[in-house]
């Protein structure tokens, strides 16, 4: 069964960091590009950043949205299939819940992605 876990999510002060994780299970991930994605409610789905696989040529190009660049970081650990985002200076703004996805695209839609984890909490509050 293909599956993403995502966990590392959590209730944070204003000021902190997370790092997220997602782990793969059932396929190797090094090979598929992963991006994270965060809802609020009552939102859409928005994108976070992007972290490149083999199946798109050169592995690890990353790409951040203007919301988190500069203090976010994606990286990936192949042999623990599994791929972080850490995001500091965190805001009450930054409340939502966290999803990583993979997909042999690279692309920022979170319609192109194939396949999902569940989502982790992240609330930033004092």
């Known amino acids: 069964q293909l599956e993403l876990v995502e966990s590392g999510g959590g209730l944070v002060q204003p000021g902190g960091t997370l790092k997220l994780s997602c782990v793969a299970h059932?396929?190797?991930?090094?090979?598929?590009?992963v991006g994270w994605f965060r809802q609020a409610p009552g939102k859409e789905r928005i994108w976070l950043s992007y972290?490149?696989?083999?199946?798109?040529?050169?592995?690890?190009?990353?790409d951040y949205a203007d919301s988190v660049k500069g203090r976010s970081t994606i990286s990936r650990d192949a042999a623990k299939n599994t791929a972080y985002l850490e995001i500091s200076s965190l805001t009450p703004e930054d409340t939502a819940k966290y999803y990583c996805?993979?997909?042999?695209?690279?692309?920022?839609?979170?319609?192109?992605?194939?396949?999902w984890g569940r989502g982790t909490q992240v609330t930033v509050s004092s």
């Open positions: 996805a993979a997909d042999a695209t690279t692309t920022v839609n979170p319609s192109l992605y194939a396949y």
């Open positions: 059932g396929f190797n991930l090094a090979r598929y590009n």
């Open positions: 972290i490149t696989g083999s199946v798109s040529g050169p592995e690890g190009r990353t």
